[in-house]
């Protein structure tokens, strides 16, 4: 690098380092995505080294100040009029000589050592998030910190909820009785089976909203929403009784639809899409 004039020389020393950072993933269930779980992690990293406390020097010993650069770690090479800088090549840009170096970690200040991090995954946590634990990487240098652990979560599926940020959606059966003339059924939900009432001429597809029955914001107390999708079961076989009732119905309906009735009724999203239980009603 050219710039520094003749005659001139840095006096600043070696700045401390910090340590690298280190990416690591992170498997869990759905569930404990949900309710937030604690996981112990595996690492192979770079660590101060104890015996020399990380300076490289054999316990005893201590480091003696490079005499050719001063400490500064660089030297000054004249070319005419302008001045190159570089590492010393005496010290290496270090600044100091280890003259007797650590055995253990063999003048680096630092090893590589197999560790265990617990990880506290909050509830909440979605795919694709990283937590950061600070100072939990490799080792600095110089006497500069650590660097961070960054984990990346990953969330496995379930075969039941589907996620959609902090609100979930499931899907039900419900008979065709069901449908038509309304009652109640038992969902599961994240926290355990949640009785919902259905009313009277359900169309299938219909969606009801459980409030607060979702996944809790991160750094919140708020919850998300479950949407409820009903799918409404037609039996393959009937029996003849209920074969017979059915042909009645179908009776009845033709009846009436030549007289201009009909009991068959078309919901708007406003009417089916948000329809609260009663259940969920009284909670709110």
Known sequence: MFGHQAGG???????????ADVQVNCHVSFMEAVNGTTRDLNLNTDVTCDPCDGSGAKPGTSKRKCKS??????????????????PCRRCRGEGFIIETPCTSCRGRGKVKKARTVEVKIPEG?????????????????KG?????????????????F???KTDVHCEVPISVAQAILGGSIVVPTLTGQ???????????GTTLKMRGKGIKELNSSRRGSQLVTMNVHIP????????????EFAKEEQLRSEAGESSCKTHTFAETAFLKPKDDEEKA
Do not use: W
Not at 194 to 204: A, D, L, N, R
Not at 236 to 247: G, N
């Open 144 to 160: 500069g910190p650590s660097g961070h652990l960054y984990v990346s979560i990953s969330v496995a599926s379930d075969p039941f």
């Open 162 to 164: 589907k996620r959609n």
């Open 9 to 19: 020389r840095r006096s600043g020393r070696p700045q401390p380092q910090r340590g």
């Open 69 to 86: 650069c001063g400490g500064s770690g660089v030297e000054i090479l004249q070319q005419g009029f302008f001045a190159v800088e570089q």
């Open 125 to 141: 946590v979605d795919n694709g998030m990283n937590l950061r634990l600070a100072h939990q990487g490799e080792a600095g240098s």
């Open 194 to 204: 949640v009785e919902m009432t259905i009313p009277k001429g359900t169309q299938s």
């Open 236 to 247: 393959d076989t009937l029996s003849a009784r209920q074969k017979e009732l059915m042909e």
